[in-house]
């Protein structure tokens, strides 16, 4: 196996030499996989490279990139699969993070022998070097702090303290630290000299001088002597129980922000159980060395009232209280020239106390201040750190890649404490990852969890968090009584609200993943102050989107509150579902138009709000504001490739309203339709059609012209792609008419479309090129943007197989695909990607056009559109076969046939037949000849498959004996088609 240093200047190491990386794209596509250490999809290294152009064109790029890279004669072990990349070698990063980890000084600096690739730079300013820029300075952090809090443990650290001056001798905290730990005479001149050398470089190369901690160190190590720095009162820190695990990045911020001159109080917030008073003790432990007089860790949770608050601090202090003067000028006597780290833990009841704390900030220069609080202090001097859960997967992974996450290691390390044979296997680190998302990463909430090992699997764990939040106790008893249970820990956050924060946040556990400012002013009315509140008390989090939320426990406990107000709880339904139905509703004109990407967007976010008020107003029974909502909701959920989520709420409708009552026949006949077009997209033809012949039934009864329109045009739509046109133009004429009656543009515009289809299949190609030219200038009228690019995508149909004109083709289709990836309208693409790579190959393209079949292929496999994956297969074998690749065109044709066989997609099944018939054509022109009698015999109706058909008949009976021709032909017209797809 290659070694590789990534370290320093990169190579390549294979005995007895060592190949240099160069600065250009292959050396640096290498070094990433080296230290990405796993499978790298090639979605990521197409953006790495290539942010700024198409996804498609970045792939290309990225193609011909990894051809270059394979040309280099010395690699082995490069693993490359469809959509991903491995590189499998051995690398000096891997050694470092050991090194770090187990503290091993000496190897730690052998290693780090300079910054991660160095020169490996080219100038271009692409993603490539962002995240190198990052990369390496999260890796030196790293391997600086490792360094520091060994050396801040140690007597006599100078060694190791001038190696890291050597990597950056601006460094002053590392300085700062020389000059504490000078505890003999030679240490003293050592770290003095470090000083000048240390001033004089920041006067020479930023013009700046030291800060005055750091000066008034010096100016006390130089004139007061050693013996004056060491003689210091020692504070005792309390024991950690429990291992302390990652929190790497946490603790290097705060780290990072005490060092700061200015930060002298810093409160880490977060909600209850998610580890500030453990990361609290680990900053006090790592930095007791290195404050004069060290760190004082002072516990609050017992004190009543804010009043007590100085005299528990003197207490903890040692500090001995007698005279005339308040305890608040005496503590503040005793710290005025005290270098010192205070750890305040759990201060969100003593709130009002807050002011002692800025009072002893103002008179004690030196003071810093490390402060835990589930609401911040809001004083001015206040840094603020929000603490959040650990970290966890929110997909499936190997049970190698668990070691990474620090939400699992910790379920793992307390699991084998109550039950030592517990290992992680590849269903444990699923549950253990579902575990991890229930609790939002919350180390209460997984050590809990990890408790109940000892009696029942961690899927049934899992099970029962997600039933029920009281299943979280704990029977340690040595916990804190408000950690025993997550419940518990809920509780005390409950009773440090105010009524007003109460019932704000019962209203507002009414949302489902989330909420806007304005939504929760409306439904829940809780005006921006309460959310403030709230989010100051860590009870809600605000995302980058703007968006409101909160910890998944937090919810299922806010609900319960809820459930318990029965008239709140009715009211705040009602208003949920009135808002998100009315916003659905309004969204309805700019889906169709030129707000349609943002509107997509908008109602993505509240999906999930969305889907609890369409239950909610079926549970009301209001059939017409459900009405009212079906195309706006059909168009969302249609346009996104949401297929799944729109029959389970069709289905909503369909069992909800089973009445016999006008508005109930009607909502579930449109209901039926928009259903049926889901059925249709997932190429289930046969349970399409008999859904809207159900619909047309009901549409009848209910006299809902407008309605009937609809359902007849989709009828007409679901025959046509059946392959029987001639029965649909009954509907589509029938449909039209009625459209035309009530001059409905949208009517109109969406039946002369799919008349264009009917008309195309039969042959009519001058009727169907008139038919989409009137639906084209109607969808621009309305703009309708979906409707403008399925038009454009079938006059280049036409161009292409009637005109041959297959540039014309290419500019309808290319004008398509920019408008719907504009647009975010997703279900189209498929259809998209296959039209433009016929073009494309058919103008000698060949690449293109492959490349162009797989990003539709993995669309509609994502999609589960499985009737266009079909289609996209079929023309992909075409183009492969053309190119001489027949296992693999093969193979794509195989997997087309049976998918639409099995979808009873007649049309794309007997279309991919014939491409698979043309192949066999070169060897077995006489088996050819049987499937295309076959076809003939099937396509009934389809004109234009028909003609196709016949000119390739025409040609074999050129190359075979009559007699042979003959009786394969007669052989064809016998065979069952699905009997030759099963062959096949």
Request: glycine share 4%.
């Amino acid at each position: 196996m290659i070694k590789v240093q990534l370290l320093g200047m990169p190579r390549a190491l294979l005995e007895p030499k060592s190949i240099s990386f160069k600065a250009d794209k292959r050396f640096q596509f290498l070094a990433y996989l080296a230290y990405k250490e796993d499978w790298v999809s090639r979605d990521e290294l197409a953006y790495l490279f290539w942010p700024e152009i198409r996804n498609k064109d970045a792939r290309h790029n990225l193609r011909q990139l990894l051809k270059r890279v394979r040309n280099l004669d010395w690699l082995k072990d490069l693993e490359v699969e469809n959509q991903q990349i491995f590189w499998n070698v051995k690398t000096d990063l891997a050694q470092l993070k050991r090194a770090m980890k187990e503290t091993r000084l000496e190897l730690l600096f052998e290693l780090y022998r300079g910054p991660l690739l160095a020169s490996l730079e080219t100038g271009e300013a692409n993603e490539f070097h962002r995240w190198l820029s990052h990369e390496r300075e999260y890796l030196f952090s790293k391997f600086r702090q490792t360094v520091l809090a060994y050396a801040s443990s140690q007597p006599n650290p100078q060694q190791l303290l001038s190696k890291l001056l050597d990597y950056d001798p601006l460094d002053e905290e590392v300085v700062s630290l020389l000059l504490q730990k000078a505890t003999t005479p030679s240490n003293k001149d050592e770290a003095l000299s470090a000083y000048q050398r240390f001033r004089k470089f920041l006067r020479t190369e930023l013009n700046l001088s030291p800060s005055s901690t750091t000066e008034q160190l010096a100016e006390q190590l130089e004139h007061q002597g050693t013996q004056l720095l060491t003689e210091t009162t020692t504070y005792p820190l309390p024991r950690a129980t429990n291992s302390f695990i990652g929190r790497d990045l946490e603790l290097g911020e705060i780290v990072h922000l005490l060092g700061k001159e200015d930060c002298h109080l810093l409160t880490l917030t977060g909600l209850g159980g998610i580890g500030k008073s453990r990361i609290a003790l680990e900053v006090a432990e790592k930095l007791n060395s290195h404050y004069q007089e060290g760190c004082v860790f002072v516990a609050l949770e017992s004190l009543e009232t804010f009043e007590a608050l100085p005299i528990a601090l003197a207490t903890t202090l040692k500090l001995p209280l007698s005279g005339h003067i308040s305890p608040t000028g005496q503590l503040i006597a005793y710290l005025a020239d005290k270098r010192m780290l205070l750890v305040l833990d759990n201060f969100e009841h003593l709130l009002e106390g807050a002011a002692f704390l800025a009072k002893l900030l103002q008179n004690c220069p030196y003071l810093k201040m490390l402060v835990t609080s589930r609401e911040r202090l809001n004083l001015s001097e206040e840094w603020l750190l929000v603490i959040v859960g650990l970290a966890y997967p929110d997909q499936p992974i190997s049970t190698d890649q668990a070691s990474k996450y620090d939400a699992l290691k910790l379920f793992y390390q307390r699991a084998i404490k109550v039950k030592p044979q517990f290992s992680l296997d590849r269903t444990n680190t699923e549950a253990i990852i579902k575990i991890a998302q229930l609790v939002d990463g919350s180390p209460l909430g997984l050590e809990l969890s990890a408790a109940w090992i000892r009696v029942m699997p961690v899927k049934e764990i899992a099970r029962e968090i997600e039933a029920n939040i009281d299943f979280l106790a704990g029977a340690s008893r040595n916990t804190k009584d408000r950690h025993q249970s997550l419940r518990a820990t809920f509780n005390y956050s409950w009773q440090l609200l105010s009524q007003a924060e109460q019932l704000a946040l019962c209203k507002l556990s009414v949302f489902r993943g989330g909420f806007t400012r304005e939504a929760a002013a409306i439904v829940a009315d809780v005006p921006v102050v309460l959310l403030a509140a709230l989010l100051d008390k860590s009870l809600l989090r605000l995302g980058p989107d703007n968006r409101y939320d909160r910890h998944p426990l937090i919810y299922l406990y806010t609900q319960e509150k809820l459930v318990q107000l029965t008239t709140v709880e009715k009211s705040i339904k009602a208003k949920h579902a009135n808002y998100f139905l009315y916003f659905l509703q309004s969204m309805r004109v700019k889906l169709r138009g030129e707000s349609q990407k943002e509107a997509l967007e908008a109602l993505l976010y509240d999906l999930d709000n969305l889907k609890l008020a369409w239950i909610w107003t079926i549970e009301q029974g209001n059939a017409t504001a459900i009405e009212h909502s079906l195309e706006s909701l059909t168009i969302f959920l249609d346009d996104s490739g949401k297929f799944v989520e729109a029959m389970s709420l069709f289905d909503e409708v369909i069992q909800g309203f089973s009445g016999d009552t006008r508005d109930h026949f009607t909502v579930k006949g449109r209901a039926l339709i928009q259903q049926s077009g889901m059925f249709q997209r997932l190429g289930q033809f046969v349970e399409a059609t008999h859904r809207v012949e159900q619909a047309i039934a009901l549409l009848r009864i209910a006299k809902d012209d407008d309605g009937l329109t609809m359902g007849l045009s989709k009828l007409a739509s679901l025959l046509t792609q059946q392959g029987k046109p001639r029965q649909a133009l009954a509907h589509f004429n029938e449909a039209l008419l009625k459209a035309k009656r009530r001059k409905d543009k949208a009517l109109i515009a969406s039946t002369t479309g799919n008349l264009s289809m009917a008309n195309i299949m039969l042959g009519n190609f001058a009727e169907a090129e008139q038919n989409l030219l009137e639906t084209l200038a109607l969808s621009k009228d309305l703009a309708n943007n979906f409707n403008i690019i399925v038009c454009l995508i079938h006059l280049a149909d036409i161009a292409t197989e009637q005109k041959g004109a297959h540039e014309s083709a290419k500019i309808y289709l290319e004008e398509a695909l920019a408008l719907a990836k504009e647009r975010g309208i997703r279900n189209v693409l498929p259809d998209l990607y296959r039209a433009l790579s016929s073009v494309y190959f058919t103008l000698g393209k060949s690449n293109k056009a492959l490349s162009t079949t797989q990003e539709g292929i993995t669309l509609a496999r994502a999609m589960s559109d499985f009737s266009r994956l079909a289609r996209l297969l079929g023309v992909r074998a075409d183009i492969l076969a053309e190119q001489g690749q027949l296992p693999e065109a093969l193979a794509n044709f195989k997997e087309s046939l049976n998918l639409s066989h099995q979808n009873q997609d007649i049309d794309t099944t007997l279309s991919t037949l014939l491409l698979y018939a043309n192949l066999v054509a070169v060897k077995e022109p006489a088996r050819a000849t049987s499937l295309l009698a076959l076809i003939i015999k099937r396509s009934e109706e389809d004109e234009e498959l028909r003609q196709r058909v016949k000119t390739q008949l025409t040609l074999l009976e050129k190359r075979l004996p009559r007699e042979v021709f003959t009786t394969a032909y007669q052989q064809g017209e016998t065979w069952v088609l699905e009997n030759i797809i099963q062959v096949l």
